[in-house]
């Protein structure tokens, strides 16, 4: 049974952080609801029920002085009841690169993983949890314009990929000590395009000397062909006398996330069905008089084909399908991505052990709503004001934005609504000559690079029936006891190296260390 909220466990974690400074928190959790493209090409359709996660980092440095973010975290969770299996996606990790050091990202993020891994913790009831992430190194994400501020200092592709598998390691080392003895945990990571040795000697040399190494083993790979962990997708089920491995759908095997290059090629692989490209649909049958009569009748055969996967889905395996993301423009583009995950298996107990939990769990629906959580809408807005309506470029326009956003957030729970801000245009001359009219509204700020979204899918179908629990509202109960939180950090500064994987590269020093140089005497000779 979970004891402690998100919200707590992060500034747990933060607490322990060296320098003088006052973190507050923002935590926004959704409720969960129906997600039926999790995996869009398993037949049946795999249910899943999703639920978003923002966090958002202030800091301030001196009583005196404004807040200002320094972090903000986008992460996705899936509970698949059918398999009693997770996944934590990490999507985003951004900094602003305006905050004091060390920057407290890789403790913020660490929490985030711990709180999840550990099944004391771990707010969904499953047996198995993945947490998965995909490493791609950019100016910025979801704080606009702070790649402008001069302060960041972007990690690159090598090194964001050796950052990630520094974090991962941590977490696995931290939880080797809280899971039972028969649990199973397990680590891959994969660079397309890079062999094992070159992929192990890149991370090894971008890696800082004062961090230890790996204290868990790595496997240089993907997690889809190994059988200790069940996946969270059930196999494809057909009818009896199929063959089930020539009818092997590698949809089962690979989620589909959102802004994921996985999500897309294999969007392109469902669509192909010859060397030519595409087929046209198949041309039908011309009506006859007779009706039902002179229909065919249906033969396993015809049962086959309509039970396969589109396009190669079945004929591409695992292996083939990471051997050709090694080729995909995302990967070769100049650029080195990463792809990360983690494992963890608990065996299950048996009923007489354990029976109270079995019923437990079986009476509670994971679409019921907990204390604390808040409505999607309310997570989207605030991205969408994030992205939209403020701007990171410099110090005073972050704590400008850092303003806006905190205030937002809690105007929520008080139930006003956001109004837009005016838009102030300077006057014109009289002389001016008219402007163009624009065909388009062009956003007030640049958003983040990102690549272009997943074609539509045929096979989509929406949820055949609704949520039957209502979307909370928020209130300020739930905004002081949930959503916001604040820590006091004082201790003193120590020599370290801490990188942000968007954000300043910066270097913490305490006070120099005083040798005191003594003259030696010069003994006398003995006459």
């Given at each position: 049974m979970v004891t402690t909220n998100l919200r707590d466990a992060l500034l747990n974690g933060l607490k322990a952080l060296p320098g003088t400074r006052e973190f507050y928190l923002h935590v926004l959790v959704s409720s969960p609801r129906k997600h039926a493209s999790l995996y869009p090409y398993s037949q049946p359709r795999c249910r899943s029920y999703l639920q978003d996660i923002l966090i958002l980092l202030s800091e301030q440095k001196t009583p005196d002085s404004p807040r200002i973010f320094v972090t903000v975290i986008e992460a996705c969770v899936y509970n698949i009841p059918t398999t009693s299996s997770g996944i934590l996606y990490i999507s985003k990790v951004d900094s602003t690169g305006q905050g004091s050091s060390p920057s407290p990202t890789a403790t913020l993020v660490k929490s985030l993983l711990l709180y999840y891994a550990d099944p004391v913790t771990r707010p969904i009831t499953v047996d198995h949890l993945w947490i998965q992430l995909f490493a791609r190194a950019q100016n910025q994400y979801l704080f606009p314009n702070s790649a402008e501020f001069s302060g960041k200092r972007p990690l690159s592709d090598v090194r964001l990929c050796g950052w990630w598998k520094r974090v991962y390691s941590d977490v696995a080392t931290e939880m080797k000590s809280r899971l039972p003895e028969n649990a199973i945990l397990k680590l891959y990571y994969l660079i397309p395009g890079y062999s094992q040795l070159e992929a192990d000697h890149s991370l090894k040399i971008t890696a800082s000397t004062t961090t230890p190494h790996d204290t868990y083993t790595w496997t240089y790979g993907h997690p889809y062909t190994q059988t200790d962990i069940p996946l969270p997708c059930p196999?494809?089920?057909?009818?009896?006398?199929?063959?089930?491995?020539?009818?092997?759908?590698?949809?089962?095997?690979?989620?589909?996330?959102?802004?994921?290059?996985?999500?897309?090629?294999?969007?392109?692989?469902?669509?192909?069905?010859?060397?030519?490209?595409?087929?046209?649909?198949?041309?039908?049958?011309?009506?006859?008089?007779?009706?039902?009569?002179?229909?065919?009748?249906?033969?396993?055969?015809?049962?086959?084909?309509?039970?396969?996967?589109?396009?190669?889905?079945?004929?591409?395996?695992?292996?083939?399908?990471?051997?050709?993301?090694?080729?995909?423009?995302?990967?070769?583009?100049?650029?080195?991505?990463?792809?990360?995950?983690?494992?963890?298996s608990i065996p299950v107990q048996s009923e007489g052990n354990n029976g109270e939990a079995e019923s437990t769990r079986s009476s509670v629906s994971p679409l019921a709503p907990q204390a604390g959580q808040v409505s999607s809408n309310m997570n989207k807005r605030v991205i969408a004001s994030l992205m939209n309506a403020v701007e990171f470029s410099t110090a005073e326009r972050a704590i400008l934005a850092t303003e806006t956003i905190e205030n937002a957030i809690?105007?929520?729970?008080?139930?006003?609504?956001?109004?837009?801000?005016?838009?102030?245009?300077?006057?014109?001359?009289?002389?001016?000559?008219?402007?163009?009219?624009?065909?388009?509204?062009?956003?007030?700020?640049?958003?983040?690079?990102?690549?272009?979204?997943?074609?539509?899918?045929?096979?989509?179908?929406?949820?055949?029936?609704?949520?039957?629990?209502?979307?909370?509202?928020?209130?300020?109960?739930?905004?002081?006891?949930?959503?916001?939180?604040?820590?006091?950090?004082?201790?003193a500064a120590t020599n370290q190296n801490t990188t942000d994987p968007n954000g300043a590269r910066e270097t913490v020093t305490s006070a120099p260390q005083v040798t005191v140089l003594t003259a030696r005497k010069k003994k006398k000779r003995a006459e």
């Open positions: 196999p494809d089920k057909h009818g009896p006398g199929t063959d089930v491995t020539a009818l092997r759908n590698l949809g089962t095997f690979i989620p589909s996330f959102d802004d994921d290059p996985k999500s897309r090629f294999m969007d392109e692989i469902a669509y192909i069905t010859d060397k030519e490209g595409i087929k046209s649909p198949p041309r039908k049958r011309a009506r006859t008089t007779s009706g039902a009569a002179d229909k065919a009748p249906e033969t396993d055969a015809t049962k086959n084909e309509a039970g396969k996967p589109p396009g190669e889905l079945g004929k591409v395996t695992p292996d083939e399908f990471w051997e050709r993301m090694s080729f995909r423009q995302e990967c070769v583009a100049g650029a080195a991505t990463g792809f990360f995950t983690m494992g963890i809690k105007g929520l729970c008080e139930g006003i609504t956001l109004v837009p801000a005016p838009v102030i245009q300077a006057p014109r001359p009289r002389n001016a000559k008219p402007e163009r009219p624009q065909t388009h509204d062009a956003p007030a700020f640049l958003e983040p690079p990102r690549t272009p979204p997943p074609r539509n899918r045929e096979v989509s179908l929406p949820d055949i029936s609704p949520n039957p629990f209502p979307e909370p509202e928020p209130t300020l109960e739930t905004y002081h006891s949930f959503i916001y939180g604040s820590i006091c950090v004082r201790h």
